[in-house]
Nanobody
Framework: QVQLVESGGGLVQAGGSLRLSCAAS????????MGWYRQAPGKERELVAV???????NYADSVKGRFTISRENAKNTLYLQMNSLKPEDTAVYYC?????????????????WGQGTQVTVSS
C-alpha cells in the first residue's frame, strides 16, 4: 500500500502564495497519476490539478495560470505551488495517488488519499 502525507497549508492573505507538498511512502512503484483535490465547507470535493507519471498536467479552470503542479519522482513527492491566492481558494487540500495497472504486484492497490491540509485565504 501507499501512504500520503500533506504539508504546507496555512493562513495567507489574498494575493499571497503557498506551496503544498505530499510525501508518498510504501509501495510507491504502484503510483500512476497523482493529483490535488480540495473541499470547501458545504461543498463537494473537486479536482484542482493532476499530473501523470510522465509529467503531463491538467488543471481546473479556476486555478489555471495561478497554480502549478509538479512531482519529484526520485523523492516520491508531489507539489502544488499556489500563487495569487483568492478567498475562494479556501479549502482542505487533499493529495491523491492513482494506481498503475501494468504491474502484477500492483493489482491489489486501489489508490490513496492523504489526510488533508487546510488552506485559508483571508480577504
Amino acid at each position: 500500500q501507499v501512504q500520503l502525507v500533506e504539508s504546507g497549508g496555512g493562513l495567507v492573505q489574498a494575493g499571497g502564495s503557498l506551496r503544498l507538498s505530499c510525501a508518498a511512502s510504501g509501495d510507491t512503484i504502484c503510483i500512476s497519476t497523482m493529483g490535488w483535490y480540495r473541499q470547501a465547507p458545504g461543498k463537494e470535493r473537486e479536482l484542482v490539478a493532476v499530473i501523470s507519471s510522465g509529467g503531463g498536467t491538467n488543471y481546473a479552470d479556476s486555478v489555471k495560470g495561478r497554480f502549478t503542479i509538479s512531482r519529484e519522482n526520485a523523492k516520491n513527492t508531489l507539489y502544488l505551488q499556489m500563487n495569487s491566492l483568492k478567498p475562494e481558494d479556501t479549502a482542505v487540500y487533499y493529495c491523491n495517488a492513482a494506481p498503475r495497472r501494468d504491474l502484477y504486484r500492483c493489482q491489489a492497490y486501489t489508490g490513496s488519499w492523504g489526510q488533508g491540509t487546510q488552506v485559508t485565504v483571508s480577504s
